[in-house]
């Protein structure tokens, strides 16, 4: 259950009246109380940040020391735009229910919080097949996909280094979304987590290149996931890409955005050659095609997002 802020009554501006009663409130109650209900008051009253699941949040704030960005219980990478101008970029995660949402800037003397607030997404229903032994496990082999989805929850962890950049110039592959991000999936008619990436259906063999700088941080033969590599960006932005045919990346390299890591392939759980594009920010699955600059992201074909009868997984 991720952390919820307290919930604002409105994101616009308080009325004369919301205000008046504030201030009542400030005469009547003890310092501490102030303080509550000024917080409050500013957060409902500021400008508030839209969001949906899945989406990266820009926020930017002023002051003469550098601060730290707070929200949903973890900190979020700050970077100084001009001399007391500052930039901070927040994950909303997958699994965020719409609502009213705080981020808080901390200073050394002040606070300031922003409203985030996350909107409604509709996401796809995914039915795949596959065969019974890729759907119902032995104990070594729960142990081996357990094992497997550790090392990628390590990856995940990774925040070292410094972020290039909090958006990916380039897609890592081309081709047809055939299982879009957040889609709820049923596996042999068993429903299961909420798909963490983006299936891009392409032909076997085509490159896949890392749409950012970052480093090799987990190459693995995964049961499900097949052939994998994990790419840390820096700053706890970490890509995943699974069931490549061949892997052409060393663990521990540093590869520039452009460089081909493998090949697009069907290895582990699936039913087709596709790339499996995960992206993980301090935890938060985000929607990498969300994430991709807008004249890249046409190179996937949008009319057929979500088509049930492309290639697809069950990752
Ligand atoms: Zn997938």
Same mark, same amino acid.
């Given at each position: ?9 409105? !994101?616009?501006? *308080? ?11 400030? $005469?009547? #109650? ?15 009253? =500021?400008? !508030? !940040?839209?969001?949906?699941?899945? %989406? ?20 979020? +990478?700050?970077? #100084?735009?001009? !001399? ?8 909303? &995660?997958l699994t965020? $229910? +719409? ?16 409203? @985030?607030?996350?909107?409604? $997404?509709?996401f796809a229903l995914s039915h795949i097949r596959v065969p019974k032994a890729m759907a119902e496990f032995d104990?070594?082999t729960l142990?081996r996909i357990r094992?497997e989805a550790?090392?990628i929850?390590?990856?995940?962890? &990774?925040?070292? =280094? ?15 979304v055939s299982t879009p991000f957040g889609a709820r999936r049923v596996v042999n008619g068993s429903p299961r987590a909420p798909h963490k990436g983006v299936d891009?259906a392409?032909?076997?063999?085509? *490159?896949? @290149?890392?749409?950012?700088? =970052? ?5 693995? &033969?995964g049961f499900l996931m097949g052939?994998t ?5 820096? %700053?706890?932005?970490?890509?995943v890409?699974m069931h ?22 069907q290895t582990g759980r699936a039913t087709g050659p596709h790339l499996h594009w995960g ?6 699955a985000?929607? +990498? ?5 807008? #004249? ?7 009319? &057929?997002?979500g088509r049930k009868d492309q290639a697809s997984d069950g990752d």
């Amino acid at each position: 259950m991720p952390w919820r802020g307290w919930a604002c009554a409105r !994101a616009r501006s *308080p009325t004369e009246a919301q205000r008046r009663s504030a201030a009542v409130f400030l $005469r009547r #109650r003890s310092h501490r109380a102030h303080l509550v209900a000024l917080a409050l008051v500013w957060a409902c009253a =500021g400008w !508030a !940040a839209a969001a949906q699941p899945g %989406d990266l949040v820009v926020l930017e704030t002023e002051g003469a020391t550098r601060p730290t960005l707070h929200a949903w219980g973890r900190s979020w +990478p700050v970077r #100084r735009i001009s !001399a007391q101008r500052w930039r901070g970029w927040v994950g909303v &995660d997958l699994t965020v $229910r +719409p609502g009213h949402y705080v981020a808080e800037w901390r200073f050394s003397h002040r606070r300031v919080r922003e409203a @985030i607030v996350v909107r409604p $997404r509709a996401f796809a229903l995914s039915h795949i097949r596959v065969p019974k032994a890729m759907a119902e496990f032995d104990a070594p082999t729960l142990a081996r996909i357990r094992r497997e989805a550790e090392a990628i929850r390590r990856c995940y962890r &990774d925040w070292r =280094g410094r972020a290039p950049a909090f958006r990916f110039l380039a897609l890592p592959t081309e081709g047809i979304v055939s299982t879009p991000f957040g889609a709820r999936r049923v596996v042999n008619g068993s429903p299961r987590a909420p798909h963490k990436g983006v299936d891009i259906a392409a032909p076997r063999g085509q *490159p896949v @290149i890392a749409p950012l700088g =970052g480093q090799v941080v987990e190459v693995l &033969d995964g049961f499900l996931m097949g052939n994998t590599v994990c790419v840390a960006h820096g %700053d706890g932005l970490v890509s995943v890409f699974m069931h490549l045919d061949e892997v052409k990346a060393r663990k521990g390299a540093f590869v520039r955005a452009g460089e081909i890591i493998g090949t697009v392939g069907q290895t582990g759980r699936a039913t087709g050659p596709h790339l499996h594009w995960g992206v993980v920010f301090r935890g938060a699955a985000l929607d +990498p095609l969300r994430l991709v600059a807008n #004249r890249a992201t046409n190179a996937v074909k949008g009319a &057929d997002y979500g088509r049930k009868d492309q290639a697809s997984d069950g990752d």
